[in-house]
């Protein structure tokens, strides 16, 4: 359970990826680039998932899912900050990390979490609470970022992603006796 809630802390922190491509757009990636800056992103994505899936079997799924929180709380950050044009194609692909390090790694999480016979459920009501909760994700993302800045809607989602971060440190070492190595 406290997964779930983690897990969609930080989904209320992450945006449409649109709102990525604007700031790109915002900080001088010319319009005809953006399909090249998100393949980037899709690209770091598609290299480094095996090896982070690779790297979970090692050290752990909560480790590496960790990781990929950081990463994320660190890229969003950084886009709050940094305006050059090469920042932010350095940024699209360290946001590819992130995407490796979580997509994957959380719904293998949530396979160990539950016994077999209540995966396809577990599957079922993890992508729910991350699929409602992308919605007002972004719509709170573009509030802030329409009312108060674009430095202030990224930090909103750093800052979330990090609280995300805490709840599911606590659920390491809370449950982990009962974390079975597959």
Not at 52 to 69: C, E, H, P, Q, Y
Not at 108 to 133: C, H, M, P, S
Request: aromatic fraction near 20%.
């Amino acid at each position: 359970m406290i997964f779930l809630v983690s897990s969609t802390i930080f989904t209320l922190g992450r945006s449409s990826e649109a709102f990525l491509l604007l700031r790109a757009k915002d900080a001088g990636v010319a319009l005809a680039l953006l399909p090249i800056i998100y393949f980037v992103y899709n690209i770091t994505f598609a290299l480094f998932s095996t090896p982070a899936g690779i790297l979970s079997d090692k050290i752990g799924r909560r480790n590496t899912f960790m990781v990929g929180m950081l990463i994320f709380s660190m890229t969003y950050f950084l886009f709050a900050r940094l305006h050059s044009v090469s920042a932010i194609w350095i940024l699209f692909a360290v946001y590819g990390f992130y995407s490796a390090f979580t997509e994957g790694i959380g719904r293998a999480i949530v396979a160990d979490l539950v016994e077999e016979k209540l995966r396809a459920t577990a599957f079922g009501i993890y992508n729910a609470f991350n699929g409602i909760a992308l919605l007002p994700a972004s719509l709170i993302f573009g509030f802030l970022w329409d009312k108060f800045g674009v430095a202030t809607a990224f930090n909103w989602g750093a800052g979330l992603a990090l609280a995300a971060f805490f709840v599911f440190l606590f659920l390491r070492f809370r449950y982990r006796p009962h974390y079975k190595v597959v």
